[in-house]
């Protein structure tokens, strides 16, 4: 009987190993030809051949005829990065009708050939070693299965503003299913309470009128006055309670779409706000919707609340709001005086920028002040210090309008709570990633767009309305869910139940089995990571692929 | 890149051109030139074993002139498809020489000096435009002297210089100091060239060079010691100048003390009314890196706003401020003039004081303009779809990705300057409004019948 080094059985065992040349990348600095020899010799190997590419379609086809004409049930290749080719070889090695989970790669250029320029023994004898491993690695390989589960076509979407309501426009224009869920009477959020936009036509009028496209597509069921009470569950299956002014209404979903917007700050005292004399942008854009609005001197501050040590971020759109309700009052009362008061005008594009110009020409006045020497107001009057001028300046006024951030809305927290998604320390949600994944969330199947990420504007929050519905779409347009097989798994036999592994899952893929006292793997939402198996005290915990055997079993072969 | 290169539903076109589009949304007829590489993609694995041999340096733009490649070449390392391509403008076949050594060292034979551009007709469903922007000239403004300081330069080659894999290897060189080392360089191959001369007149004669010129008479002088005595007048000056080349190469030392410049060819209506969004942010990012890299480096960053809009932004902007010695100053400078040790002198007003400041730094960055690209106007002909007044795709706000023709979208600074998050959002916004026109539904079928 055959036997390893390490002692283990290795009869039936037929490992094929493919050493690559990568043109002169890995042959220029080590010896393939002698690499290629020395693995014939390694327990187990029943095949070995060097190729100028493996990569190439001339070396792919020679590793599926040498699975095929040599039956082999390992394959090892040892050329460049898994990151950028472990997929090509395991999925050709499928097609040849190999496991590719029996598939084990090893990288002879990035930390090999190409660290070690110039010492050609080194780097020779580093391959070989480096090869021994891996086929050591392949011989200790289980054969797995991907992972499958099954998909419903159906989202659900939180809150019913510009944002959702475009997110739900777009799933259902891609034939979807949509559960739209919104708290108020009706939908449209706080465009509703908008007077006009940059292009002066109504905000209402025109959010309204999405509301009711979206509401006579078919495959939208719209739930006004409502609230998502429970969800669980994970992507393609999340279960779902939404409690509705007739009843509780319970449904399963694929894909979940945070949209539950944002709410401007109104707080007492804030530059002596009163409601009347000091009033937020929001009220202002009632009272020129009403037709209520009354003043000769208007003098807006902007950032109230805002890029402070209580609340340090920019919230965004509060300058090109100002400037717009700016040039409304001035374009209806020519002769009235408007003071923008402002740290830095935030008018970023090509149109906001624009807008400050054309608001500059109508003869709207904008001055600096500095943050350590906030606007005074009181007394119909408001005095600051000029940070250009270095200069104390008063102006008389009617009429004070404090530009508040947005700040997310009180209920946000239980909306994450639901779905266990995260929020930063402002309370908005946390995206995936700031740069790369700003709509997606880091738990699967889960997405968040329009002021509830961070303030938007009324475009902004469409596009990204929009936006979320192609990434729901990449899930839900397939057959089903198919991921890697290299997943935890916990011994049920030993395991103690010491939650250990749960705490540390940064996926929510562990579970704790109350009637079992064990912890069990969601193997779908378990990404690999390993962090369960090297935490667990009892070894119940192992990450498939990379199990203790079959990582001593390389270590062994050192 | 790599997942788009990988996946299985993305055919990936890179170095081709939309010569034409006809038919409309859902049945668009497509046609694409598919510039000839004169390598085969099919066979090119991307080793760059032809790269390693080709004789012909080419300046490298993507490391904005500051090095070179070579004739064949990958943009750069990462890039996807990792095939290379032949410049022909620079190849020595392609400009009818002799050469061919890639052709040699290519093993997988990819190499074809006789590939020619292909047209490749496609139908398509619907079409994104995502063909970016470009970096405004700051050379058109006078007053900024950007060709005449070689210490002045732009976000994007300070990017460069900021990148371990970039020109100065992360190390922030002043361009001044490495344009004389590469004088000092060239200097010394003359120099050295000309001393192995000068050995052979010596040997043959058994005197010194400097000997013979203390005794030297023209009218006496044989015709050999003539021209010896030439090359030893060439010689002196030479070693005279790169000794004082290299006292002052002694005194080198990178760049610490940095000003940005921001709103260079935006925010200025000689050239681009608009603000371009992202650069507040990247020279904030860019201060910061650099004093990360070199803790003594401190940085002044000269704008009318600090325009920090974004998720985190402002916070990132006052901790720059706190943590990386970056000073921000509301001022629009005015000139920049050269000073001593090649030093660019910024003239501006201290506005509070109501005086005109002459401030000197090591390095100049300047902020330049996020510009409509050249090729804009052509590919709105050629989609048939209007611009904006500004120079970018027109869209409207009701519908934010929609351009004037129906089943052609338009995402990140092809539609209007913004950053990355809101690019890659605008991406995934632009490939569901493109999922919806090629979608078919239950109301499309009732609408066409």
Redesign the interface.
């Known amino acids: 009987m055959k036997q390893n080094k390490t002692g283990e059985n290795t009869e039936g065992l037929r490992v094929g190993v493919f050493i690559c040349?990568?043109?002169?990348?890995i042959a220029?600095h080590l010896d393939c030809a002698e690499v290629t020899k020395y693995a014939a010799n390694l327990p187990g190997v029943v095949f070995t051949k060097e190729n100028?590419?493996t990569?190439?379609?001339a070396g792919i086809s020679e590793i599926q005829n040498a699975i095929r004409e040599n039956n082999l049930n390992r394959v090892v290749v040892a050329s460049c990065s898994p990151?950028?080719h472990h997929?090509?070889f395991a999925s050709s090695c499928a097609q040849a009708g190999m496991n590719p989970y029996l598939f084990e790669m090893v990288n002879i250029r990035d930390q090999c050939s190409w660290v070690h320029m110039g010492q050609r023994d080194i780097a020779t004898a580093k391959a070989k070693d480096l090869v021994r491993m891996g086929v050591a690695k392949s011989t200790a390989l289980e054969p797995q299965k991907d992972i499958e589960s099954s998909i419903i076509r159906k989202i659900l979407v939180i809150g019913g503003g510009i944002a959702g309501l475009s997110a739900a426009e777009?799933l259902?224009?891609?034939?979807l299913e949509v559960l739209l869920v919104e708290k108020e009477e009706r939908c449209g959020g706080l465009m509703l309470g908008l007077n006009v936009?940059?292009?002066g036509k109504s905000a209402a009028g025109?959010v309204s009128e999405l509301a009711a496209t979206v509401a006579a597509?078919?495959g939208v069921t719209v739930f006004t006055a409502s609230r998502v009470a429970e969800i669980s569950g994970y992507i393609g299956n999340f279960k779902v309670a939404i409690e509705t002014p007739t009843g509780r209404v319970e449904d399963t979903v694929g894909c979940i779409v945070v949209a539950c917007g944002a709410v401007p700050l109104v707080e007492e005292g804030l530059f002596g706000y009163n409601g009347k004399d000091v009033i937020t942008q929001m009220e202002l854009e009632q009272r020129l919707a009403t037709g209520s609005f009354k003043a000769a001197r208007v003098v807006m501050i902007q950032c109230a609340g805002a890029?402070n040590a209580t609340r340090?971020?920019?919230s965004?759109i509060c300058c090109a709001t100002a400037v717009k309700n700016a040039m409304i009052i001035k374009r209806k009362y020519p002769l009235a005086e408007v003071h923008v008061l402002y740290r830095?005008?935030?008018?970023?594009?090509?149109?906001?920028?624009?807008m400050l110009?054309d608001a500059r020409g109508m003869g709207i006045k904008f001055h600096?002040f500095d943050q350590k020497k906030p606007p005074r107001v009181g007394d119909g009057k408001v005095t600051f210090q000029h940070?250009?001028?270095?200069e104390t300046k008063e102006f008389k006024v009617d009429l004070t309008v404090l530009s508040t951030p947005l700040v997310a809305r009180p209920e946000s927290s239980q909306v994450a709570a639901l779905m266990r998604v995260p929020c930063?320390k402002n309370g908005?949600f946390l995206e995936a990633h700031?740069?790369?994944?700003?709509?997606d969330f880091a738990a699967d199947g889960i997405f968040v767009c329009g002021s509830a990420?961070?303030p938007v504007t009324?475009?902004?929050a469409?596009?990204?309305?929009?936006?979320?519905?192609?990434?729901i779409?990449a899930i839900l347009f397939k057959e089903k869910l198919v991921k890697s097989g290299i997943v935890a798994e916990i011994d049920q036999e030993t395991c103690v139940g010491c939650m250990g592994c749960l705490n540390v899952c940064p996926y929510e893929a562990i579970i704790f089995n109350r009637e079992t006292g064990v912890c069990e793997v969601k193997e779908i939402l378990c990404k690999g990571c390993g962090n369960c198996a090297s935490t667990c005290p009892s070894h119940s915990a192992v990450l498939r692929g990379y199990k203790p055997e079959q990582l001593l079993a390389q270590i062994r072969a050192i | 890149m790599?997942d788009v290169g990988?996946h299985p539903n993305i055919e990936l076109m890179a170095y081709s051109e939309v010569e034409q589009v006809e038919g409309s949304a859902g049945c668009f007829k497509v046609r694409v030139r598919r510039k000839a590489r004169y390598v085969d993609e099919?066979?090119c694995?991307g080793?760059?074993?032809c790269r390693?041999k080709c004789p012909t340096d080419v300046l490298d733009m993507y490391n904005e002139g500051h090095s070179t490649r070579k004739a064949i070449y990958s943009w750069f390392a990462q890039g996807i498809p990792s095939t290379h391509t032949i410049d022909p403008d620079h190849c020595r076949v392609l400009q009818g020489k002799k050469c061919g050594v890639c052709q040699k060292?290519?093993?997988?034979g990819a190499i074809d000096f006789e590939q020619k551009d292909k047209i490749v007709d496609l139908d398509i469903g619907a079409i994104i435009v995502a063909t970016g922007y470009t970096v405004f000239d700051p050379g058109k403004i006078p007053e900024y002297r950007y060709r005449d300081l070689p210490n002045v330069v732009t976000a994007v080659e300070f990017e460069r210089f900021l990148s371990a894999s970039g020109p100065t290897h992360g190390h922030i060189d002043r361009p001044s100091d490495i344009l004389a080392r590469r004088e000092i360089a060239d200097l010394e191959k003359e120099e050295s060239r000309l001393q192995k001369t000068l050995a052979r007149y010596e040997e043959k004669a058994g005197a010194t060079s400097q000997s013979v010129f203390e005794t030297f008479a023209a009218e006496t002088a044989t015709p050999e010691q003539q021209q010896w005595m030439e090359k030893y007048r060439e010689y002196l000056p030479l070693t005279e100048k790169l000794a004082a080349l290299r006292s002052k190469a002694e005194g080198f030392a990178t760049a610490k003390r940095l000003a940005f410049i921001q709103c260079v060819g935006s925010?200025d209506l000689r050239f681009y009314?608009?603000?371009s969004?992202f650069c507040c942010m990247h020279s904030i990012k860019e201060a910061i890196i650099a004093h990360e890299h070199e803790n003594a480096t401190t940085s002044v960053i000269f704008g009318m706003?600090?325009?920090?809009?974004?998720?985190?932004?402002?916070?990132y902007k006052?901790r720059g401020g706190n943590k990386s010695n970056i000073t921000y100053r509301?001022s629009r400078v005015a000139e920049i003039v050269n000073g001593p040790n090649d030093n660019p002198v910024l003239v501006y007003e201290d506005?509070?004081q109501q005086k005109v400041v002459r401030e000197d730094f090591d390095l100049v960055i300047l902020a330049t303009a996020c510009a409509p690209n050249e090729g804009m106007k052509d590919m709105a002909a050629i989609l048939g779809i209007e611009l904006?007044r500004?120079g970018?795709f027109k869209t409207r706000?009701?519908n934010?990705?929609d351009t004037t023709r129906e089943g052609i979208f338009v995402c990140g600074c092809a539609h209007?300057?913004?950053d990355?998050?809101?690019s890659?959002?605008?991406?995934?916004?632009a490939?569901?409004?493109a999922?919806?026109t090629v979608?078919?539904?239950?109301?499309k079928l009732l609408k066409i019948s």
């Open positions: 040349d990568c043109g002169s990348n220029g100028l590419y990569c190439s379609e990151r950028t997929p090509l777009a259902a224009g891609m034939g936009l940059e292009t025109q597509t078919a890029r340090e971020y920019c965004r830095d005008m935030q008018m970023y594009g090509d149109e906001k920028e624009q110009w600096v940070a250009v001028l270095d930063d908005f700031a740069k790369l994944r700003p709509l990420r961070y009324s475009v902004e469409r596009t990204q309305g929009l936006g979320v519905a192609s990434r779409g | 790599l990988r099919d066979k694995t080793c760059g074993a390693e060292r290519c093993e997988a925010r009314p608009f603000c969004g706003d600090i325009r920090a809009v974004g998720k985190g932004f402002d916070e006052v509301r506005t509070q904006n500004f970018f706000p009701e934010p990705l209007s300057p913004m990355i998050p809101e890659v959002a605008q991406a995934s916004s490939a569901s409004r999922v919806q979608t078919v539904t239950p109301a």
